[in-house]
C-alpha cells in the first residue's frame, strides 16, 4: 500500500520465461490482472471498464475506490474527475477505439448529464487522457488526437471555467511480454482527495485533488 492505496506498479517489468509457472505469475503480477482477480474473489471497490464503454461511480470512504480499464493499444482513455455537492469525487472513465470519438464523447456527455444535478460546478474538473503516442526525433508525443479538444469542449458546457488537462501519450510498439495497458484511478478511501492515476506502461502520477 502507498498510504491507504494499494500500490499495484511494479519496479521492474519481468521478462518472458522457458518456466510456464513463472509466466502464470508473472502474468498475475500487472496492474490489470492484480485488480482483476481481486473482483473475482468479491471486492466490490474495485470498478472495471470494458472497451468502448463509459462507466460513472461515486467515490466513497466505504464503497468504489478504483476504477480502471485495460487493454489499451490504441484506443483513447479518458478520465474525469469532478466533485459532489456532497464533497465525494465523481470518477468517469471511458475506453474508445480512436475512430469512435463521437461515441466517446457521447457516452462521457450521457454520464455527466445524469449526475449533472448532483455536480459541484463550481470546481474544476481534472482531465486525464492516455492516448496512443509516436517518437518525434527522439521525443515521445502524443499522436495527434481530436478527442482531447473535443472534450474538453463537452466540459465547457457543463463547467464554464473549463477543466485541468492532462494529456499522457503511451506507446504501441515494442511492448514487453508483460506490459500492463491498464488506465488506473486509486482513491484513498481514507483521504478521498488523494488520487493515484496508473497509466499505460505503470507510469504513476499522484494527484492532490484539493490543488
Given at each position: 500500500?502507498?498510504?491507504?492505496?494499494?500500490?499495484?506498479?511494479?519496479?521492474?517489468?519481468?521478462?518472458?520465461?522457458?518456466?510456464?509457472?513463472?509466466?502464470?505469475?508473472?502474468?498475475?503480477?500487472?496492474?490489470?490482472?492484480?485488480?482483476?482477480?481481486?473482483?473475482?474473489?468479491?471486492d466490490k471497490s474495485i470498478v472495471h471498464v470494458d472497451m468502448n464503454d463509459c462507466a460513472a461511480v461515486k467515490i466513497t470512504p466505504d464503497g468504489v475506490n478504483t476504477i480502471y480499464t485495460d487493454a489499451l493499444n490504441g484506443c483513447n482513455s479518458v478520465?474525469?474527475?469532478?466533485?459532489?455537492?456532497?464533497?465525494?469525487?465523481?470518477?468517469?472513465?471511458?475506453?474508445?477505439?480512436?475512430?469512435?470519438?463521437?461515441?466517446?464523447?457521447?457516452?462521457?456527455?450521457?454520464?455527466?448529464?445524469?449526475?449533472?444535478?448532483?455536480?459541484?460546478?463550481?470546481?474544476?474538473?481534472k482531465l486525464f487522457f492516455n492516448i496512443r503516442g509516436f517518437n518525434d526525433y527522439g521525443k515521445f508525443e502524443a499522436v495527434p488526437n481530436e478527442i482531447v479538444d473535443n472534450i474538453k469542449s463537452l466540459i465547457s458546457k457543463f463547467f464554464p471555467q473549463g477543466g485541468d488537462t492532462c494529456v499522457t501519450p503511451y506507446p504501441t510498439k515494442g511492448r514487453g511480454a508483460f506490459f500492463s495497458s491498464a488506465n488506473i484511478f486509486q482513491f484513498d478511501p481514507q483521504n478521498l482527495t488523494q488520487l493515484k492515476v496508473t497509466n499505460v506502461g505503470e507510469e504513476e502520477k499522484f494527484i492532490d485533488l484539493c490543488v
Open positions: 500500500m502507498v498510504g491507504n492505496i494499494r500500490n499495484l506498479t511494479r519496479t521492474v517489468v519481468p521478462k518472458i520465461s522457458t518456466n510456464a509457472k513463472e509466466n502464470i505469475t508473472n502474468i498475475n503480477s500487472m496492474p490489470e490482472m492484480v485488480l482483476h482477480n481481486l473482483m473475482t474473489n468479491g478520465g474525469i474527475i469532478a466533485k459532489l455537492k456532497s464533497g465525494n469525487p465523481l470518477a468517469i472513465l471511458s475506453h474508445f477505439v480512436p475512430t469512435d470519438t463521437k461515441g466517446q464523447v457521447k457516452a462521457i456527455e450521457k454520464q455527466l448529464d445524469s449526475y449533472e444535478s448532483h455536480i459541484d460546478k463550481r470546481y474544476k474538473p
